[in-house]
């Protein structure tokens, strides 16, 4: 029986009678007039006895078709309808013998729908994990077990809505007809007739139904009665069991990661550096309301467990898995940050972050829900492999999937779980393979539908892909997920066939479907009939019930207290059982099976475009280059603190090669948009672009001061003396290559170091064996070889050495002095007068006369009269 009981019919202000617009009722009433001669023709030619169509609104008695007149697709701009409950989510033996779904029916069309009458339908059940999304996305055919329609409202006007509440037995001939666990698909399914109209269908909602167990019931237990041997799986009471014989393992993935938001090309200095963000949205994230916040209230009732809770179990099954690049993100908001007053102006003017306060709230619950858990770390920035790949850079691979676990463990203060790589797509490429052996990660986490067992598929879901170990996962699981929440979105790689209107579901619905999911794998027991490839009958994800939910995940509060009180149902029934993620990465490094690789649907607009890709590569290793060549300095404490941390030049350069790797995200939505294609890749040009010009600016920062024009030494031997300058907050360590004429030496300095933010002289010996004046070329570089401050220095220099000439002078003059001395000597030892002084007069009396003197009888005598007695 179908209980459609009525709610209140509710319109919307103003919304009485909206008159149809000129153009859209033409089209409508051309279209009625020519519906209605092609049905007029069809009704003459089946002759005056044949049967009248009938209307499929109708409500005569309890059809099981799907409505032979019902469109596959319904007008839904005519309606909508909103599931807002499903009682009970999960079916057991101790939920009740009956399923209730409410909701609300809104009128979005512009015409006045009347005789509304609504309905539920049942759909065979899921057998493959693709099948949990191609339910809600195929014909409406398929939803074969139907319920009566019974109505709900006469009319509904535009903007106006009306309730209902469906109950249907599960089990009986006149329900659902569910008598084995399952996971079943549900359509909730309106007719009406719009104005001016015929009946139709205007629209539907669908979920899914997981059924763990079921209720009592007396026609199953008659049955038990005649033959208890033959009715297995059922009690006295015609209870069925849930499956346990072979329990599904239960690992859950809880992924906190957001897009980035600092704004790119800023080095860092340390702990007291401000970080700059584009916007507020993360903020806003981490508030009250916010997604990041609803992650975190979600996993509270799964902290608080005590023993004997279900959720207690949940607790081991669980791993919080965490994108560093949020974490550093969060931390540096903790001690204050700035955000850009117009995103579109990333050089423009900052105003005060106004998140501190939300960020340490975040970070102190995540610190304490992390303490003695299970955390794993996400590739940085969700970075994607395959443009890992492309750009080449071994080194920036390893930072990008191997350094998070060191950054998530600093930041939370826990030891993470090491050698498992998560790749934010899930889908594995020969390209991503290859990326991972060079980071030596042995074990990665893969999507089912990109693996190609050999030889059958593993009850593990484990499997061996040349060095490289994988652990598999459904990703139709992880769509269910990521369309649950407040921004549900479709995955990347999500197949055609696979992809859900997700507008037109409620919060309800896709929650429902959601928990369905969860729950597929421990309820599931896969089937030889059904089997999931070609003589298999296991799924590739074997038995394994590993949930890895999208990175962004949106779950509000009340997804999250569903989603783990489900995982807690499955766990204490024993249809599931505690897996660890741990144990997993240990299982997995030991997978024997081999497997290849079947490449996903492509998403080349997350691949840098080539000459991205080489400009990323060259400023990845300027970046080691220039860090090489500069020193840490102490840092200075702030008010409160006892110390700081140092700056080091791996914190100031660091940010730059997280910037690079932000550049290459993984794909995040399903899209093949052309505009879209171009706006990514410009946003990741743009985030290049940035780096690369800090690179270079940081280049020219450290110059030689030009002392412009000319240079002129005193002597031969004169030192050059020249200014270095460095603006960098860190000192760095360079070198000053000369090129000078070969009549001039110029010294090598060797290795010198300029303080930060400051200038050293350098006195450079020089020996110039020349007077003309010479060019000296100065060329400043890093210890590391990186060239640095611009062009070259050419300096002229003016020297006084004389050179050659002046050489041969001083020796020819000092030669001619020796001959002269040597000649006065031999006339003298000779006795002989020398000519040269043939032409001097001969001496008076009185020259003679004191000739003879001494010095001191001059000073004391000299006014006497000479003795001859002369007068003067």
């Not at 509440?165 to 007719?191: C, D, F, Q």
């Not at 290795?751 to 400043?780: D, K």
Request: hydrophobic share 45%.
């Amino acid at each position: 029986m179908v209980d459609g009981r009525r709610r209140p019919v509710t319109s919307v202000p103003g919304g009485s009678s909206r008159g149809l617009r000129p153009l859209p009722a033409l089209l409508i009433l051309v279209a009625l007039v020519a519906g209605s001669a092609l049905l007029g023709a069809g009704v003459a030619a089946l002759g005056p006895g044949a049967p009248a169509l009938a209307a499929p609104s109708a409500p005569a008695g309890p059809s099981r078709g799907a409505g032979a007149n019902e469109s596959h697709h319904p007008d839904t701009a005519l309606a909508t309808i909103s599931i807002d409950g499903v009682r009970p989510t999960v079916v057991t033996t101790t939920t009740g013998p009956t399923i209730v779904v409410e909701g609300t029916v809104r009128n979005t069309g512009e015409r006045v729908l009347r005789s509304l009458t609504i309905r539920l339908q049942r759909g065979p059940a899921v057998r493959r994990a693709a099948d949990l999304r191609t339910e809600l996305a195929g014909d409406p055919a398929t939803f074969e077990i139907n319920g009566e329609f019974s109505a709900i409202a006469n009319e509904l006007r535009p903007g106006a809505t009306t309730g209902f509440s469906l109950r249907m037995p599960l089990s009986s001939a006149a329900g659902l007809r569910i008598s084995e666990p399952g996971i079943y698909p549900l359509l909730v399914n309106l007719n009406a007739t719009p104005d001016d109209g015929a009946p139709a269908r205007v629209a539907d909602s669908r979920t899914l139904l997981p059924v763990l167990s079921l209720p009592p019931d007396p026609d199953r237990a008659r049955r038990f009665v005649q033959d208890p041997a033959a009715a297995r799986g059922l009690g006295p009471d015609g209870s069925v069991a849930a499956r346990t014989s072979t329990p599904a393992p239960f690992t859950m993935l809880w992924p906190l990661a957001a897009p980035p938001q600092t704004v790119p090309g800023r080095v860092g200095a340390g702990a007291t550096d401000r970080i700059l963000l584009v916007n507020e949205s993360l903020a806003r994230s981490l508030g009250p309301g916010g997604r990041l916040y609803n992650l975190l209230v979600g996993l509270r009732p799964v902290k608080a467990a005590g023993p004997g809770d279900p959720r207690a179990a949940v607790r081991e099954s669980l791993c919080l898995a965490i994108d560093p690049d949020l974490l550093v993100t969060v931390s540096a908001m903790t001690r204050g940050y700035a955000v850009l007053a117009n995103p579109a102006a990333p050089a423009g003017p900052t105003k005060p972050g106004r998140g501190e306060a939300e960020a340490k709230a975040w970070l102190t619950e995540l610190t304490a829900l992390a303490a003695n858990r299970c955390v794993v770390a996400l590739p940085y920035a969700g970075v994607n492999l395959d443009a890992l790949h492309r750009v080449g850079n071994t080194a920036l691979t390893r930072l990008a999937v191997n350094n998070p676990a060191d950054l998530v463990d600093a930041v939370l203060g826990v030891k993470s779980v090491r050698g498992m790589a998560l790749p934010a797509a899930g889908h594995l490429t020969d390209n991503g393979v290859a990326e991972l052996t060079k980071a030596e990660l042995p074990t990665a986490l893969a999507a089912s539908d990109g693996i190609a067992p050999r030889g059958g598929s593993d009850p593990s879901g484990q499997y061996a892909i040349g060095r490289v170990r994988v652990s598999t996962f459904e990703p139709a699981i992880s769509a269910a997920l990521g369309a649950a929440g407040s921004s549900p979105h479709t995955l990347a790689y999500t197949p055609d066939a696979q992809r859900v209107d997700l507008n037109t579901e409620s919060a309800v619905s896709r929650r429902q479907s959601a928990l369905a999911a969860l729950a597929f794998p421990a309820i599931v027991v896969p089937d030889a009939r059904f089997p999931a490839r070609p003589d298999d009958p296991l799924p590739v994800s074997g038995r394994g019930a590993l949930i890895a939910p999208p990175m962004f995940w949106s779950v509000t509060p009340e997804d999250a207290v569903d989603l783990v009180a489900t995982a807690g149902l499955l766990l204490r029934s024993g249809a599931a059982t505690v897996a660890p993620l741990p144990a997993v990465v240990a299982a997995t490094a030991k997978a024997p099976r081999p497997a290849r690789l079947v490449p996903p649907l492509g998403a080349p607009e997350w691949l840098p475009a080539p000459e991205t890709a080489r400009s990323i590569d060259a400023s990845a290793n300027l970046t080691w280059q220039l860090q090489a060549s500069l020193l840490g300095s102490p840092g200075v404490p702030q008010a409160g603190e006892a110390h700081a941390a140092a700056a080091t030049p791996e914190r100031y350069m660091a940010p730059l090669r997280y910037d690079l790797i932000r550049a290459l995200p993984s794909p995040r939505e399903a899209s093949t948009n052309e505009a879209r294609t171009r706006l990514i890749r410009t946003a990741q040009a743009a985030r290049v672009s940035a780096v690369a010009d800090t690179l270079q600016r940081m280049r020219a920062s450290v110059s030689i001061l030009d002392p412009g024009g000319r240079y002129t030494q005193v002597s031969e031997r004169s030192p050059l003396l020249l200014v270095t300058r460095n603006e960098l907050a860190l000192p760095v360590r360079v070198r000053i290559e000369t090129a000078a004429p070969l009549d001039f030496t110029i010294g090598d300095v060797g290795i010198i170091e300029i303080p930060a933010r400051g200038t050293r002289q350098v006195q450079f010996p020089a020996r110039s064996a020349t007077s003309e004046s010479t060019s000296v070329t100065f060329t400043l570089v890093s210890a590391s070889g990186v060239l640095l401050g611009g062009d070259p220095i050419k300096l002229s220099v003016n020297s006084n050495a004389y050179g050659k000439p002046l050489f041969v002078v001083t020796l020819i003059a000092a030669g001619i002095l020796v001959l002269l001395v040597a000649r006065r000597m031999w006339h003298r030892l000779r006795g002989t007068p020398d000519p040269a002084d043939a032409d001097r007069p001969e001496a008076s009396a009185q020259d003679r006369f004191l000739a003879g003197r001494d010095y001191s009888w001059r000073q004391g005598e000299s006014t006497q009269h000479p003795p001859d007695g002369t007068d003067d």
